[in-house]
């Protein structure tokens, strides 16, 4: 699955990161399927993920959790 980080929405409070939004596109090879959204992520969760690849990374892994959940 392609997926792509569309924007990185970051919400402080009192110059302090609080929350924030990786908002993100995706599609099979052939475009078959395609999903779009964001994934909320706390201060702590971003730090030390700030690159592209490591919140592509989070986003894939989170997909794969949301769509098949334990049963």
Same mark, same amino acid.
């Given at each position: 699955?392609?997926?792509?980080?569309? #924007?990185?929405? $970051? *919400?402080?409070?009192?110059?302090?990161?609080? =929350?924030? !939004?990786? /908002?993100?596109?995706?599609?099979?090879? #052939?475009?078959? $399927? *395609?999903?779009?959204?964001?994934?909320?992520? =706390?201060? !702590?969760? /971003?730090?030390?993920?700030?690159?592209?690849?490591?919140?592509?990374?989070?986003?894939?892994?989170?997909?794969?959790?949301?769509?098949?959940?334990?049963?």
């Amino acid at each position: 699955m392609n997926v792509q980080i569309t #924007n990185i929405n $970051i *919400n402080y409070t009192d110059s302090k990161i609080n =929350t924030v !939004q990786v /908002y993100f596109s995706a599609s099979t090879e #052939n475009h078959e $399927i *395609n999903i779009s959204g964001y994934v909320p992520l =706390t201060s !702590q969760e /971003y730090e030390g993920n700030e690159s592209i690849e490591k919140l592509t990374e989070i986003v894939r892994q989170t997909i794969i959790e949301k769509l098949s959940p334990a049963v």
